[in-house]
């Protein structure tokens, strides 16, 4: 079964508005087999709205459509689709009820413009939308076509999509199966792993496919198809699984949905470590990262910020004679910096880190871009110099997750001494 996605709006057009709305329609569609043909943006008018949703109606069997549904002129969604399908708008009492009481428990003024809302097309099955004043809309077209309308404000359109759509569509639609299971790999490049993987790929199955998604410091390994006889397909399935995680090895830190700072994280709860960070270069996002996960405060104690060298000299006890032999940017330095704020905030384990985030500021020896990362845990100190590339923003993500996952290296070193111990 087919999908197209069409998001409406000049908006997104002209690039005011980025959206996020296909992205999660595309990646909820997937799981539940439901194959996602494209995804096209078109303005606010009557033409261009209408003629996407024919040409898709000649292609896929069900059709998205994002905004275009709010009380304004430009908001001509609904008209659209009532003249397309030959129908006509008509004021749903329940959909005006939901609207009222919206707006008194918001103490908003009910307008006309909001009881227009409530109109729309006859043949239309009304989704309920918790959150706003636009339901969303499901039609049942001709040839077995469904095509739904959805508001184009994320959490509104999310809302309805999950709970009203999906259910819908799920107990009306035989679905076809879908497997799907998406490795995560940090530090290893997209062409690395490409040729890592290349038996690999060519011994999978040819209904199986393979795609590589990176983006900085990462890579995601979408492994997927639609199963058509569930007791053979998944064993099958669930054997490459494995076949791929014993390739991908100590690279592997999760799956699907999960973040690297998540799985250090629970890490160091598990085993009851702490951490703590000493930063230059990154300005302190390793402890933003560390700290965005809930109940980091049980095994994070704390960060420097040691952006001058003044910081890393007084704070961080660094000796001045190895700034001024070596630099900020370099093994000798990072490393104490990483030592010494272990022993400020009395941790397992820190993090460290300095570097040329650029895009100025570098030199031949030490291009911009050059990062030193080092990890001080309890079987002593380890320091990498990386080479990040010129794009500040790109280095300090890379740096960070860098970071991170030597972080979750030196933990699972100590784990497999402990249970080699025991």
Sequence with gaps: MNCDIITIGDEILIGQVTDTNSSFIGSILTSIGVKVRQIITVGDNEQ???????????????????????????????????????????????????????????????????RSQADIPTNCIALYNKYGTAPGML?????????????????????????????????????????????????????????????????????ISLAYLPSPGLLRLRLGFFATDHEKDLPMFEELCRKLETILGSDLFGYNNDTLERIVGNLLAKHNFTVCTAESCTGGNIARMITGVPGASQYFNGSIIAYSNSIKESILQINPADLDNFGAVSQQVVSRMAENAKKVFKTDFSIATSGIAGPTGGTIEKPVGTVWVSVSSPNGTNSVRFQFGEHRGRTITRSTLAALNMLRLEILKIVEKTVEKV
């Design 139 to 207: 039609i049942q077209a001709p040839g077995n076509k469904i095509v739904v309308s959805l508001p184009g404000v994320p959490f509104e359109m999310e809302s309805i999509f999950t709970e009203e759509f999906v259910p819908w569509l799920t107990d009306n639609v035989r679905l076809p199966l879908r497997l799907q299971q998406t490795f995560l790999v940090a530090g290893v490049p997209e062409s690395v792993m490409a040729e890592r993987l290349q038996t690999f790929e060519k011994e999978m199955p040819k209904a």
């Design 48 to 114: 261009s709205i209408s003629h996407a949703i024919s040409q898709s109606l000649q292609n896929s069997d069900i059709i998205i459509l994002t905004g275009g549904l709010g009380p304004t002129n430009d908001d001509i969604t609904k008209n659209t689709l009532a003249k397309l399908f030959n129908t006509k708008l008509e004021r749903s009492p329940q959909v005006l009820s939901h609207i009222t009481c919206l707006l008194q428990k918001r103490g908003i003024e009910l307008t006309e413009k909001n």
